[in-house]
């Protein structure tokens, strides 16, 4: 058996407390829709409306929920500061956590702009990226300054930081080694926006995310509408 994966994909995994990988990528959907209700003042909210809200089955999410515990009351539903107080522990946005990102283009800048990651209890601690034009630019991030440093810098800096999360924003083709390098260093959560697919060893998380792949399952569905309807319409012309 191989000892690299690519996590991802369409495969249950049990991550050894008893929560599937498909319940663990709808907790955070959960967790932001708690947190709107919990801002628009609402204390309690039924299983049916939560699941609505969240666009899934209210069978699906007491099943999910049911893996983190007992927090829901019959006839009451759910508290939402303490059901959202449980979630956000299980996600581990309980403490802050250090994020570095390699690869500073136009994507890098997009990504360091985003007010999200702060809200959510993680923090940008270090950026760095290989051309002569980035490097030693300073980037406004969560109401303060980062200086670009350059990739030879990176296992110093990751060590330096202690990030324990990496993004990789940077070609395909130098995706791979800068994947390698952040292993070496010690980083065992990484979040892949190269398009390639990255071959990490067990006791690695690798998230990857194609906005290309993306749109092409959309053009398929799409696609599938047309092929549904053309039927149809050579019937009424006839």
Known sequence: MSLSRQLGSSRTRDDGRGIPDATVARLPIYHRVLRGLADDGVHTVSSDTL??????????????????????????????????YHISRELGLSQPWGVVIVGVGNLGHALVSYKGFASRGFEIVGLLDSHPDVIGEKVCTGGRDLVVQPLTELENLVKASSASIAVIATPASAAQKVCDRLVATGVRSIL??????????????????????????????????????????????A
């Open 51 to 84: 699941a609505q809200r969240c666009g899934v089955s209210s069978a699906k999410l007491r099943k999910d929920l049911s893996h983190l515990g007992s927090y829901g009351t019959r006839g009451v539903g759910y508290e939402v500061a303490f059901l959202s």
């Open 192 to 237: 892949n926006f190269a398009p390639s697919v990255l071959t990490v060893p067990v006791g690695v998380e690798v998230r990857k995310v194609d906005l290309a792949v993306e749109l092409q399952i959309l053009a398929f569905h799409e696609q599938r509408r047309v092929d549904d309807l053309t039927p149809l319409a050579q019937v009424m012309q």
